[in-house]
């Protein structure tokens, strides 16, 4: 068995740009812009591209690749992700009041690999969408713009929001008959998914800004995302809830005895006779 292997689900695309140079592909640890901890992540192109590893793991599980068994089961999917998101912390800390350049911005002493960031929001100036940029000479210099970021923001939620309510049409089920009131989805539901989504890749403080700068209430910005599977799942149970009805058992009626003749000329020859008990009564 083999420890070193590891099982991907990677697009085709990837892997034939991997085939030219060994290091088309390349996994690192960076900083997670939500909580700050170490979180896999695949940079591809020479660093132009980044993905985001998403690893689904379960107890008692192999792989038989070829010959060999791989003991470790886990599956890696790498996803496309904006690099600008893992930019915001470093701006948002280090160029709120004034500008500088992103070649020391991007510098982690523990995620060495995050000065490769630079490449990745360098390319096609996307850094105007959450920065202002300042020129002298070659040297060019970044200053953090909440108003930009959260503007950018809102619109990688309405984006996704349409996206949302595509797939929740095209999954809908037929085998059941809902309410129409069931079937329509409130307003602004989806853009709050939305922003859940999102708010996984935001600090808290940031989703919240983000939460206000949409238009939700405070209630809706402190509620943790339900994904739309789990929204289907207690709609399916409130239907079979609602679809079961609650009978009382009917009892069986009791089968009447028949009294014979001779039980019936016992019980006329003791009518009027007086109980034993009634000669001891004062």
């Not at 809908?172 to 809902?178: E, H």
């Not at 409130?186 to 935001?202: F, K, R, V, W």
């Not at 808290?204 to 289907?232: M, P, Q």
């Amino acid at each position: 068995m083999s420890l070193d292997k590891h099982f991907f689900i990677i697009n085709d695309q990837l892997l034939n740009d991997a085939s030219a140079t060994n290091d088309s592909l390349q996994i690192v640890d960076l900083r997670n812009p939500a909580t700050g901890k170490p979180t896999k992540y695949m940079f591809h192109n020479k660093g132009d591209e980044l993905y985001e590893l998403n690893c689904f793991a379960e107890t008692n599980r192999s792989w038989f690749i070829n010959e060999s068994v791989c003991s470790n089961g886990r599956i890696y999917l790498p996803s496309r992700i904006d690099p600008l998101f893992l930019v915001i912390p470093y701006l948002e800390k280090n160029c709120s009041s004034k500008a500088i350049p992103l070649e020391h911005v991007l510098i982690d002493d523990d995620f060495p690999h995050t000065e490769k960031l630079v490449d990745c929001v360098c390319k096609g100036n996307q850094l105007a969408l959450i920065a202002d940029e300042k020129k002298a000479g070659n040297v060019r210099a970044y200053r953090y713009n909440e108003e930009k970021t959260l503007d950018w923001l809102r619109r990688k939620c309405i984006i996704l929001e349409k996206a949302l309510g595509n797939e929740s049409k095209s999954a809908r089920s037929l085998n059941f008959i809902k309410e129409e009131k069931e079937n329509d989805r409130q307003e602004g539901e989806m853009l709050s998914y939305a922003h859940g989504i999102i708010s996984d890749y935001l600090s808290l403080a940031l989703s919240k800004k983000l939460a206000t700068f949409i238009g939700f209430s405070e209630e809706k910005s402190t509620n943790k995302r339900k994904s739309t599977a789990e929204v289907d799942t207690n709609q399916i149970k409130k239907i079979k809830k609602e679809e079961s009805i609650e009978t009382t058992p009917i009892k069986s009626v009791t089968a009447v005895k028949k009294v014979s003749a001779k039980s019936k000329a016992l019980a006329k020859a003791a009518s009027g006779t007086k109980g034993i008990a009634s000669f001891f009564k004062k």
